[in-house]
């Protein structure tokens, strides 16, 4: 009787403090993950603002170099109308095979899903989140100077 009180008792416990955990906002660094770059960023390569400022700019914007443990991930977003229409990575971690091969997997899954929502906000690919987690991070960075 008493194993089952105490059993209880700490479930109980257990879903209050789970309860009471913040969920991660968006821009937000996770624990462990790399400090935003410092310095001077990159110009975006696309008008700076939305023309005639009725609509979100429409261009190719580059976002800030994002340093992972495992390398920076730059990324480039061409935008029309305030609709993401094509996503380049301008350089991935690839220190070793094993860097590239995760790479090789995971940007086509974070650009197919970018593209789908016109959004940086996606799903990280499970086995490379510090390569997902640089990929939005500096997405989202272009979607920003976009204005999108």
Not at 14 to 34: D, M, R, Y
Not at 54 to 73: A, H, I, M
Not at 109 to 133: C, F, M, N, P
Request: aromatic content about 4%.
């Amino acid at each position: 009787m008493r194993r089952a009180a105490l059993a209880a008792a700490s479930t109980s416990a257990l879903v209050v403090l789970l309860l009471t955990l913040k969920p991660h906002q968006p821009g937000t660094p996770a624990l462990g993950a790399a400090p935003p770059p410092t310095g001077t960023s990159p110009a975006p390569t696309g008008p700076a603002s939305p023309p005639g400022g009725s609509q979100p700019g429409t261009g190719t914007y580059t976002g800030d170099p994002v340093s992972t443990q495992y390398g920076t991930v730059p990324v480039a977003a061409t935008v029309k109308a305030g609709k993401l229409t094509a996503v380049k990575v301008l350089q991935v971690p690839s220190g070793n095979g094993r860097d590239q091969q995760i790479a090789a997997y995971a940007v086509p899954r974070l650009t197919k899903e970018a593209l789908a929502r016109h959004s940086a906000h996606i799903d990280a690919v499970s086995g490379a989140s510090y390569t997902s987690q640089g990929y939005i991070r500096s997405l989202q960075s272009a979607l920003d100077r976009a204005g999108v």
